[in-house]
């Protein structure tokens, strides 16, 4: 059992640490005990907001005190036996179709360069994998996922672009993801799926919860056309 340490975030919060750094065991690990908190979750649970090695437990302070609160997360924490498996077991797969290259992905072929491959390689390589949603962050909706091929790892952008089209695809050091809206950002951009990430007017906001399974799969310029006409965008 790693050690796991609980912190005080808020007054209303805990934070428990696994660990300091990106690992997809430690992550699996964040998601396992999350599913355990969710699936009989005390009257005062208000939110559970799992990042790669953390994971932020919210209650309702006007029901329980922070340290009743605490002892039930270390009984929760203690009690957890083969968590991890049944938590990849029960993980959703999303298929995320993508438009590598050209216009959707203007970072592909360089990228594919410093790697010492050739562009199909890469993309054959980047949608071989398949990824778990390590957190939602940066922006509503955006994917930190887990799973990269660690051969096709690339440094940031020197120079982050000013705008960047919503669904793009694209790599950062040792991480992939997708950016669900319009803004800026220093990733290497591969390609651009035609999918709605995020749209606040929706039930379910985000099209990606974390822990997900994600797969991309390789769609040329008919397709996106296509599905981007049918998907719902604001």
């Known amino acids: ?34 599913a355990r908190l969710r699936r009989q979750p005390p009257p005062w649970l208000r939110d559970v907001v799992p990042a790669y090695a953390s994971l932020a437990v919210f209650f309702d302070a006007q029901t329980i005190d922070a340290e009743a609160a605490l002892d039930w997360l270390h009984a929760q924490w203690h009690s957890r036996q083969g968590d991890d498996d049944d938590a990849v077991g029960d993980a959703c797969l999303v298929e995320i179709p993508v438009a590598y290259g050209g216009d959707y992905g203007p970072d592909l072929e360089p990228s594919a360069a410093e790697l010492g491959l050739s562009p199909l390689q890469l993309i054959q390589r980047h949608a071989g994998a398949q ?11 955006f994917p930190y996922l887990s799973g990269l091929d660690p ?12 705008a960047v089209a919503a669904g793009s695809v694209a790599i950062g050091g040792a991480q992939t993801g997708i950016y669900p809206r319009p803004g800026p950002g220093g990733w ?23 822990g997900d399974r994600v797969r991309f799969v390789p769609i040329d310029a008919d397709a996106f056309e296509r599905l981007r006409a049918q998907a719902a965008w604001p």
């Open 131 to 141: 990824y778990r949603v390590a957190m939602i962050g940066f922006a509503p909706g």
């Open 188 to 210: 290497r951009l591969l390609g651009r799926t035609p999918l709605n990430l995020f749209d606040a007017t929706r039930t379910a906001p985000t099209l990606l919860m974390p």
């Open 151 to 162: 051969g096709l790892a690339l440094p940031r952008l020197n120079t982050p672009r000013t």
């Open 1 to 34: 059992m790693p050690p796991i340490a609980f912190e005080p975030l808020a007054d209303d919060a805990w934070l428990l640490r696994l660990g300091e750094r990106i690992d997809d065991t430690l992550n699996a690990q964040v998601h396992a005990l999350v």
